[in-house]
């Protein structure tokens, strides 16, 4: 029997390399600050390159190490790009955050094929793509890993405002989370994924100026603010929970179906 800690609880990260996706603003941007909080390397990525810079220089300015590279979801070679110059710049990625994500805002019929391709692109093959070719290195190097893909309460339940693909996209975002899981599991690596109610965030605030102020319908008719999902994201990647595989947690404020 392995002798555990009492408890059996550190959100110590020092020595590990994280890359977070879309993390340009909002909850990537806070993954990033966070993780390089705990004491991870961190590749923060986005197609906004002066965004980027920008959270490279916040974590820098609080004794982290960053580095910025520019990534395209829907861009195969940006993908495996992007892995190569993460691991150049910082060392084997141990820690991978799927957060980038792009809403339809449409109804169905309505969508543009390019608008079908950017979000499948976007939220499940880019995520799929990207979770592959850092298993495949981890797997090379022997490395444990953590991998934490950014679902929606959306995925378990349409509400009807125009997001049908958005929920189909989060939807296989939950389904690679357990599939991936048990692919990998052998390996040490672990696949969780977080299901986020409404938060503050720059997709939100679109959501709000299409449909209005939809917190009236909440439980505590509230958004929440990405700094309450620090804990679940640490809790996911750091060695505490190396029993939690395949597993999507919802933090959603009672916001989604029961």
Partial sequence: MADFSLPNFSTDLEGQVALVTGATSGLGRRFAKVLAAAGAKVAVTGRRQERLD???????????????????????????????????????????????????????????????DNVFGTNLRGPFVLSCEVARRLIAAELPGRMVNISSVGSFNYGGNGAALYSITKAG??????????????????????????????????????????????????????????????????????????????????????
């Fill in 173 to 258: 975002v939950n389904r690679m989370t357990e599939t991936l899981a048990v692919e990998w599991a052998r390996f040490g690596i672990n696949v969780n994924a977080i299901a986020p109610g409404a938060f503050s965030s720059e997709m939100m605030d679109g959501m709000l100026e299409r449909i209005g102020d939809i917190t009236q319908h909440f439980p505590r008719k509230r958004l929440g603010d990405p700094a309450q999902l620090d804990s679940t994201l640490l809790y996911l990647v750091s060695p505490s929970s190396e029993f939690v595989t395949g597993t999507v947690i919802k933090v959603d404020d009672g916001q989604g179906p029961r």
């Fill in 54 to 116: 920008e959270v490279v220089a916040e974590i820098e300015a609080s004794g982290g190490k960053c580095a910025a590279l520019r990534l395209d979801m829907t861009d195969t070679d940006s993908i495996l790009n992007v892995v190569e110059q993460a691991e150049r710049a910082l060392g084997t990625i141990t820690i991978l955050v799927n957060n980038a994500g792009i809403p339809d805002a449409q109804r169905a019929h309505k969508m543009s094929i390019e608008l079908i």
